[in-house]
């Protein structure tokens, strides 16, 4: 199984709609990534994939290998909660996520980037949950946001 790639330009396009209510920081941040992948990074085709407030039930974003440009999470309720990203294809992971954001009030807007791609061999699985190591969920005070994904 592979991921729902399509080419760059209407991706972009996906990109800049979702990003009309965020801060024009990072609004720069994507398009900067637009800049280096359409110049240095070989314009690989795309995948944008929106998610609602993360709470403990598993969302997939990419049910196989993939390679992770960018993250983007907005946080719209005032209790703090961890966004947490696991290499699975189906189940996040609690204590040992690849990777964990802690969004503390509302109004907070993050950006991870990564020009080259961070690989992921499974997938990736998204969940929230209001403690760093644990799988206490956030109910609906997750972040909530994108990802931008292609093929590995």
């Not at 005032?78 to 204590?95: G, R």
């Not at 992921?120 to 799988?135: L, P, S, W």
Request: hydrophobic letters at 40%; one cysteine or more.
């Amino acid at each position: 199984m592979s991921i729902a790639a399509q080419d760059p330009v209407l991706a972009w396009r996906r990109i800049t709609n979702y990003t009309l209510s965020l801060k024009p920081q990072i609004q720069l941040l994507l398009q900067s990534l637009k800049t280096f992948l359409a110049q240095q990074g070989g314009n690989p085709d795309l995948e944008v994939v929106p998610f609602d407030n993360l709470s403990s039930t598993e969302v997939v974003i990419a049910n196989a290998a993939c390679k992770l440009y960018a993250l983007v999470l907005n946080k719209v309720t005032a209790t703090a909660t961890f966004t947490k990203a696991t290499d699975s294809a189906t189940t996040s992971s609690d204590a040992s996520s690849e990777i964990r954001v802690w969004s503390t009030i509302a109004g907070n807007q993050h950006a991870l980037i990564y020009p080259s791609g961070q690989p992921f061999a499974n997938g990736i699985t998204m969940q929230g949950n209001t403690t760093a190591g644990g799988g206490t969920g956030s109910g609906a005070d997750g972040c909530e946001g994108f990802a931008i994904i292609g093929n590995p």
